[in-house]
């Protein structure tokens, strides 16, 4: 019997896919020959990446890791890949990399720079991430007290009463709030705050640490450098400058005239003017402006400014963020009954800072940038590190390895924070607009 | 504002002390010497891998620590540039500044330095690469003319080539290294700095017989060490622990010999004095009675700071020269302790 | 609502509580604060300056420099004063911040564009170049170019001799060295001299007048284009007016370069230098380039962002309208795209700017190697000389601020 059947009972043999898709070759004449113009830009380009390897791949390894001196390691590389090769002299980075990361901290105190970062990045973690628990914002509230005595060492009670001391502040500046009202409140707390910071946090950490000396060995400033320095000033430097940002940028939109005026004034001034001014101001004027007798360290000085300079920039960026926030969730906190600071504090700020963390991460890219500006002024970060390992007679003479080094730590650190960044605008994209 | 206090309060805790009272007790409370050097240059001051900084200006901190402390290594250095060197002293930053520093008539006074004598003659020379042929500072009109910005060298640069009625191009730089650079890379004919600095970079260069030091020293040059004004007493310990270490030389005291010297009174009453075996002097200046001791012993004379850090034995190899004793025909002199 | 009236009581604590005073009080309290802190630090600087026997005051300015500058566009020597060593540096600085400006504006857009590229090596390359630049410090790539410059570029000595390793390049006229670039230089037989202009700023009196015949020229040619459109709005028919209008622009300046003498100055090798032409230093080209590879990278992401930010709707809606590919750009999708691009491009040549006085890394004489350098180290007066500073970066940065915001106001759409 002749079944007559309209289901094909047999698979067809599968084709090749199409060439444009799916294959090698499709995929280069897609995208890289599509066009004679297309054709000819690739064929430049692909010509230029081979130019710049054939210059540059033989300099990287056709070098010498193993040398004590620049003299040494020009003949290891003469003797080894053939007179006449110029390669580099990947030897000082060898010699010098922990040089280059911690400045002149005593070696046997690494331990304190690391944890500090890594505690750094603990006390960072709920701020970047928000799905992490919120009971961790309490060590980041604690983190500044503790990674500057990790860092400086001395006695644990210069921090610990510092700490204390703007706690009680705080309670007090509550308690005065709810009884007497918010300004009082305000002004209660920053008079304690000043006479304590004044009068009372160093005689009585001395008192304590004579009761009882809980400490670490001191590390001075003078002993900062390499990249230790430069995250230290770019890391206090955005940290202290938020919260004045926070203030400059509510000043900036405030009706009241003379505030507005004052913070316009400062913000504008700031970013006027070079950085590098202000490192001179640091380096050279910020002295004078003390009272007579006060005399800074160096580093503190740089921070003080470099804090003022960001914070200019940070009131911008969270002034976006105020902006970019419908006016209904400010005409919600007013329909609520909420007072000003109530209102910033519960509804505007908290959504305000959140758009702005991907502008603060950027901002701290820039700082953290900037920090080698230090060098001009003779502060010892990666940069002034390699001028001083030039000025070493055995290194007399080195230029690229130094730079190159220097530049690719650089690139590394501010290539994976602009990366965060992108990932949080496109995390924030899909929950606003 | 919270924040500006909190700053405040941390200051307290960086806070060293006043800059205007007797520095003397300044350092004893302190406990160290803060000195100011240049934040690198070689043969002069330079640290190491381990962040121990060494050089002539370096070993003169060294010596006024072991001075005062009887430990050489009682010294916390402050690198400083050409710009802030001069705020940084008189700001009370540190203590003393070693940075081959030129004596001038308007950094003595206006500035408000003292300079506390000098250890070191040098002067402003030239140098350039041999195969221009070039045998005197004379035949450089036209030249690109490398030199450090922010010191004396740029003035009496101009000043050299406006009264031989030469033009040239100045190629501005900041620190030692970069200048190497351009002079070695040939972005300058000429490199002009104090003829130490030419002959350190001329040592450096791998290749010495390359160039040439041209013959004509356009400027003196005394460099030395200085303290702020206002602290006579500051500034007499000062001189008289460099004046010390030329008299060490001139009596024959080495590092390795001072010890044995100062154990009993030796026939030469001078040595005697300084060593602290006969009379009170070191009472006079408010040091311990061996600080020329400890001075010497820990860091050496000043033929031997000389020989360690820039002497011919050195990569630096410069010769004492103008450097040497006056007993044997130099400028180094030290006036007589008693 | 009662119109009782309310007793003009006036208490104390109104002062804190009453939110009619409150807000005042809270200003003058502000005010106050700040009044004692200015006065806080002036006193302190006045007592430390006593303590040092230095005073404030600016007639240093007025004594001779005693250094010499290398690139000056006005006439400066040894013994000129601090303050026309200022002005030197203040020239300078601007050069260095225009040409920045406008290289990294044209890069910008060149890579913003070429990174949408659907070429994929293109595009990948841009990326490198963008992330390469902006993750790096500035200062680092600023001594890296000069770096680059001096190793790799011919010495001036390399030309010298019969059969010389290096030649000049482009017929004879350009002379790239490890010191600079030489160009060759507008000259004129029969020139008309230059003009002092107070006593502070030489300018030729050729380029004026070559530069006034150009303006004329372009007006001139404009008013042909709006008779043209005119006479196509009346009568349908355009006439033809195009080569008449690049006549008006081009013949004038050539008859009046020929009229002058023009010819160009070549740059030439005698004793260490070249001499002639028109010398662009290693400093200037190191930080310059620096500067605009730099700020490029920030600038084509601005680009990128602006461009992407157009959605597709209106260019679709453009063409629906009978719009030809060009007007679509020039008409409905750049106004929209600047509107987004201008602002950060403001901050970015603010940016730069202020970024150029970074020029004492590679030694490039601007205003903060003269007057925040040079000067300030021999004279010693480190308060007057940085707020010097200080206020005349305030004002360019105020300026530019100035300018591009009028600027952006033009090109903002106007609407609501």
């Known amino acids: 019997m002749s079944s007559l059947s309209f289901v094909r009972e047999t698979m067809l043999p599968s084709s090749t896919p199409p060439t444009m898709?799916?294959?090698?070759?499709?995929?280069?004449?897609?995208?890289?020959?599509?066009?004679?113009?297309?054709?000819?830009?690739?064929l430049l380009f692909g010509a230029f990446i081979v130019f710049i390897m054939y210059e540059i791949l033989p300099w990287v390894f056709l070098s010498s890791w193993t040398a004590t001196s620049l003299q040494e390691c020009r003949d290891t590389i003469a003797l080894v890949h053939g007179e006449g090769t110029t390669g580099a002299c990947w030897a000082v980075i060898r010699e010098r990399y922990l040089q280059l990361f911690y400045?002149?901290?005593?070696?046997?105190?690494?331990?304190?720079?690391?944890?500090?970062?890594?505690?750094?990045?603990?006390?960072?973690?709920?701020?970047?991430?928000?799905?992490?628990?919120?009971?961790?914002?309490?060590?980041?509230?604690?983190?500044?007290?503790?990674?500057?005595?990790?860092?400086?060492?001395?006695?644990?009670?210069?921090?610990?009463?510092?700490?204390?001391?703007?706690?009680?502040?705080?309670?007090?500046?509550?308690?005065?709030?709810?009884?007497?009202?918010?300004?009082?409140?305000?002004?209660?707390g920053i008079l304690l705050i000043v006479i304590w910071f004044v009068f009372g946090v160093i005689p009585v950490a001395g008192l304590f640490n004579n009761a009882l000396p809980l400490g670490i060995e001191i590390v001075e400033s003078d002993q900062f450098g390499g990249f230790t320095l430069s995250v230290i000033i770019g890391s206090s430097g955005i940290a202290a400058s938020l919260p004045i940002g926070i203030l400059l940028a509510l000043g900036r939109k405030s009706d009241l005239f003379i505030v507005k005026s004052l913070c316009v004034g400062f913000i504008e001034f700031i970013r006027g003017v070079p950085l590098i001014t202000l490192l001179f101001v640091a380096s050279t004027l910020l002295n004078y402006f003390m009272p007579p007798g006060t005399n800074f360290d160096i580093i503190l000085r740089v921070v003080i400014m470099v804090t003022l300079f960001s914070s200019a920039y940070m009131a911008e960026v969270i002034r976006g963020g105020l902006a970019a926030l419908p006016k209904g969730q400010y005409e919600a906190g007013d329909a609520l009954g909420l007072d000003y600071w109530k209102s910033m504090r519960l509804i505007?700020?908290?959504?305000?800072?959140?758009?702005?963390?991907?502008?603060?991460?950027?901002?701290?890219?820039?700082?953290?940038?900037?920090?080698?500006?230090?060098?001009?002024?003779?502060?010892?970060?990666?940069?002034?590190?390699?001028?001083?390992?030039?000025?070493?007679t055995a290194w007399n003479g080195i230029v690229w390895e130094l730079y190159a080094f220097v530049a690719v730590i650089f690139f590394v650190f501010c290539f994976a924070m602009s990366r965060y960044s992108i990932y949080l605008e496109k995390k924030l994209e899909t929950g606003h607009r | 504002m919270k924040i500006k206090f909190l700053i405040a309060a941390v200051a307290a805790t960086f806070i060293t002390g006043s800059a205007y009272s007797a520095t003397l007790?300044?350092?004893?409370?302190?406990?160290?010497?803060?000195?100011?050097?240049?934040?690198?240059?070689?043969?002069?001051?330079?640290?190491?891998?381990?962040?121990?900084?060494s050089g002539f200006d370096v070993d003169y901190c060294r010596a006024l620590a072991a001075a005062i402390f009887g430990d050489s290594n009682a010294v916390k250095y402050n690198p400083v540039s050409t710009k802030n060197r001069f705020t940084a002293l008189a700001s009370g930053e540190f203590d003393v500044l070693a940075r081959n520093t030129t004596w001038t008539y308007s950094r003595d006074t206006d500035l408000k330095q003292t300079f506390l004598g000098i250890n070191f003659y040098d002067g402003q020379g030239f140098m350039v690469r041999a195969d221009l042929g070039v045998s005197s500072a004379t035949e450089l009109d036209g030249a690109s003319v490398c030199i450090q910005t922010g010191t004396t060298t740029e003035l009496n640069l101009a000043d050299f080539f406006r009264v031989n009625g030469m033009s040239y191009e100045p190629v501005p730089i900041e620190t030692n290294a970069e200048a190497q650079e351009q002079f070695f890379g040939q972005a300058c004919d000429a490199y002009t700095t104090d003829r130490s600095g030419l002959a350190a970079t001329r040592a450096a260069s791998g290749n010495p017989d390359d160039y040439v030091v041209l013959p004509e020293v356009i400027s003196k040059e005394p460099l030395g060490p200085l303290v702020r004004h206002g602290d006579d007493q500051w500034a007499d310990i000062g001189r008289w622990v460099l004046?010390?270490?030329?008299?060490?030389?001139?009596?024959?005291?080495?590092?390795?010999?001072?010890?044995?010297?100062?154990?009993?009174?030796?026939?030469?009453?001078?040595?005697?004095?300084?060593?602290?075996?006969?009379?009170?002097?070191?009472?006079?200046?408010?040091?311990?009675?061996?600080?020329?001791?400890?001075?010497?012993?820990?860091?050496?004379?000043?033929?031997?700071?000389?020989?360690?850090?820039?002497g011919p034995d050195t990569p630096i190899g410069l010769a004492r020269g103008v450097n040497d004793l006056w007993t044997n025909g130099g400028l180094i002199y030290a006036p007589p302790y008693r | 609502m009662t119109e009782a009236p309310l007793k003009k009581t006036f208490t104390i604590g109104m002062l804190l509580y009453d939110t009619r005073y409150r807000s005042m009080t809270i200003q003058i309290f502000a005010l106050v604060c700040f009044m004692l802190l200015v006065s806080w630090l002036i006193s302190n600087t006045i007592q430390n300056l006593e303590t040092l026997g230095k005073g404030v005051e600016l007639w240093f300015l007025f004594e001779p420099a005693?250094?010499?500058?290398?690139?000056?566009?006005?006439?400066?020597?040894?013994?000129?004063?601090?303050?026309?060593?200022?002005?030197?540096?203040?020239?300078?600085?601007?050069?260095?911040?225009?040409?920045?400006?406008?290289?990294?504006?044209?890069?910008?857009?060149?890579?913003?564009?070429?990174?949408?590229?659907?070429?994929?090596?293109?595009?990948?390359?841009?990326?490198?170049?963008?992330?390469?630049?902006?993750?790096?410090?500035?200062?680092?790539?600023?001594?890296?170019?000069?770096?680059?410059?001096?190793?790799?570029?011919?010495?001036?000595?390399?030309?010298?001799?019969?059969n010389?390793?290096?030649?000049?390049?482009?017929?004879?006229?350009?002379?790239?060295?490890n010191r600079g670039t030489y160009l060759p230089e507008p000259l004129f037989h029969n020139g008309l001299g230059d003009v002092s202009i107070f006593g502070v700023v030489d300018v030729s009196l050729d380029f004026v007048a070559f530069l006034i015949i150009l303006v004329v020229g372009i007006l001139v040619s404009n008013f042909l284009k709006k008779r043209a459109d005119a006479t196509q709005q009346a009568t349908g028919r355009r006439p033809l007016v195009w080569p008449y209008r690049i006549a008006v622009i081009v013949i004038p300046p050539l008859i009046l370069l020929y009229v002058?003498?023009?010819?160009?100055?070549?740059?030439?090798?005698?004793?260490?230098?070249?001499?002639?032409?028109?010398?662009?230093?290693?400093?200037?080209?190191?930080?310059?380039?620096?500067?605009?590879?730099?700020?490029?990278?920030?600038?084509?992401?601005?680009?990128?962002?602006?461009?992407?930010?157009?959605?597709?709707?209106?260019?679709?809606?453009?063409?629906?309208?009978?719009?030809?590919?060009?007007?679509?750009?020039?008409?409905?999708?750049l106004p929209q795209a600047l509107r987004v691009i201008i602002p950060p491009l403001i901050s970015q040549f603010l940016n730069l700017t202020k970024n150029s006085s970074l020029a004492i890394s590679v030694g490039y004489m601007d205003i903060t190697g003269t007057l925040g350098g040079i000067t300030l180290n021999q004279t010693g007066r480190e308060l007057e000389t940085i707020l010097l500073l200080m206020l005349v970066f305030l004002s360019i940065s105020l300026s530019i601020s100035a300018v591009m915001n009028w600027y952006n106001s033009t090109v903002k759409i106007k609407e609501r």
Request: hydrophobic share 50%.
């Open chain 2, 243 to 310: 004046n010390a270490l030329i008299i060490a030389e001139e009596k024959g005291l080495t590092s390795a010999n001072v010890r044995e010297m100062a154990s009993a009174p030796t026939n030469d009453p001078e040595i005697n004095r300084l060593l602290g075996t006969e009379g009170a002097y070191a009472d006079m200046v408010g040091l311990p009675n061996d600080w020329a001791v400890h001075a010497i012993e820990q860091v050496g004379n000043y033929g031997e700071i000389f020989a360690n850090n820039i």
């Open chain 3, 66 to 162: 005693s250094y010499d500058i290398n690139q000056k566009l006005i006439e400066y020597d040894s013994r000129s004063t601090h303050l026309r060593a200022a002005f030197v540096g203040l020239i300078n600085t601007l050069i260095v911040a225009i040409l920045g400006c406008i290289t990294a504006t044209v890069l910008g857009i060149i890579i913003g564009i070429l990174r949408l590229s659907r070429n994929w090596i293109v595009a990948k390359i841009m990326t490198c170049w963008v992330e390469m630049f902006r993750n790096v410090p500035v200062l680092l790539w600023i001594v890296f170019f000069m770096a680059i410059l001096i190793e790799t570029f011919p010495t001036p000595s390399s030309f010298r001799g019969e």
């Open chain 1, 103 to 188: 400045g002149f901290y005593p070696r046997e105190l690494y331990w304190r720079v690391n944890l500090t970062f890594l505690f750094m990045l603990v006390a960072l973690a709920p701020v970047l991430f928000p799905k992490l628990p919120r009971q961790l914002l309490y060590f980041t509230g604690i983190y500044p007290f503790l990674g500057y005595w990790l860092l400086w060492g001395g006695t644990i009670w210069t921090p610990f009463l510092t700490f204390a001391g703007l706690i009680v502040a705080f309670l007090v500046l509550n308690f005065i709030s709810e009884k007497r009202g918010l300004l009082l409140g305000v002004i209660t």
């Open chain 1, 21 to 42: 898709e799916g294959s090698v070759i499709g995929w280069v004449r897609y995208n890289l020959f599509n066009g004679p113009f297309n054709s000819i830009l690739t």
């Open chain 1, 348 to 392: 505007i700020l908290p959504q305000a800072l959140k758009v702005s963390i991907p502008g603060i991460v950027s901002t701290y890219i820039g700082l953290f940038k900037d920090t080698t500006l230090v060098s001009i002024i003779g502060l010892l970060d990666p940069i002034g590190l390699s001028g001083a390992i030039r000025s070493d």
């Open chain 3, 164 to 177: 010389a390793e290096s030649s000049l390049l482009l017929w004879e006229s350009v002379a790239v060295t």
């Open chain 3, 260 to 333: 002058l003498g023009f010819y160009l100055g070549l740059p030439e090798l005698k004793g260490f230098n070249f001499k002639g032409g028109i010398y662009l230093r290693n400093s200037l080209i190191a930080l310059w380039l620096a500067l605009s590879c730099y700020t490029s990278a920030f600038i084509a992401e601005i680009v990128r962002a602006g461009i992407m930010a157009i959605s597709k709707g209106q260019t679709e809606a453009a063409y629906s309208l009978g719009l030809r590919p060009g007007p679509t750009m020039n008409l409905v999708i």
């Open chain 2, 25 to 53: 007790d300044d350092v004893m409370a302190r406990g160290h010497l803060e000195c100011g050097v240049s934040t690198g240059l070689p043969g002069f001051a330079s640290p190491d891998d381990q962040g121990v900084w």
